[in-house]
């Protein structure tokens, strides 16, 4: 498989740009090697902090958009591509991380998918952490460029990224999807709900959700077939920048139905 395929659709004029823009930013080499485009990389570089504090993974440094980046103050349209979710290192996959990091045995000799991976951590924790096989998927492919950057940040071999959107695809033969901060919207929580559940059924893939208890995932249907494994206390930064929450938490999905047809 190539390291990195780009199947992702425009959904804004910010995505188409950067969509435009992507035609030109993965050289694939007969070796399913590739090189970055020299100029979005400067971009990144130029306009992200290398940071590993204020986080619950200080060992796991990233490029992130920061309060002494130029883009925290300026206007968002002036934000070259698409919206830059990925550039903050959201509580759910942060509490994914330090459990990874902290419990190997969760990862160690397994294949894991990290569905909207963002910034790439819980992947790199993963990998850390002895995971045999990772697979790290968003849907921006300018994420999937911060990925690779931050591979290189904490000295690892780029792990392969797909950016397309794989809810409602067929379910993978994945050991264990780890999944933040990915119930912002009822619909988008919906479709996960029924894709997970497929995994669970058919593959009896383990799912480990992280979420810091934001409204939309506590009162989804799905809350009532997760189980608490740990909760997280934040660091001031981090609650600072997600409107004072104060913990997060990594839940298991462990859906009662999850072997009756769906």
Known sequence: HHLLQVSCAPSSPWGDMAFRGWKRLLLLGRQNTFSLDPEVRAFLEENTEVTSSGHLTPEIRLRLLTPRCRFWREKPDLWPYGDPFWAIYWPGGQALSRYILDNPRVVKGRSVLDLGSGCGATAIAAVMSGASQVLANDIDPIAGVAMILNCELNHLNPFPITIKNIINSEAGNWDLIVLGDMFYDEQLAD???????????????????????????????????????????LPEYTRQENNGLTSSIVWSYQPSNSLENC
């Open 191 to 233: 479709g996960l709900h029924h894709w997970l559940r497929k995994c669970i059924r058919i593959q009896q893939t383990e799912v480990l959700i992280g979420d810091p208890g934001r409204h939309q995932f506590l009162s989804h249907s799905i809350r009532s077939q997760l189980h608490k494994v740990i909760e997280y206390s």
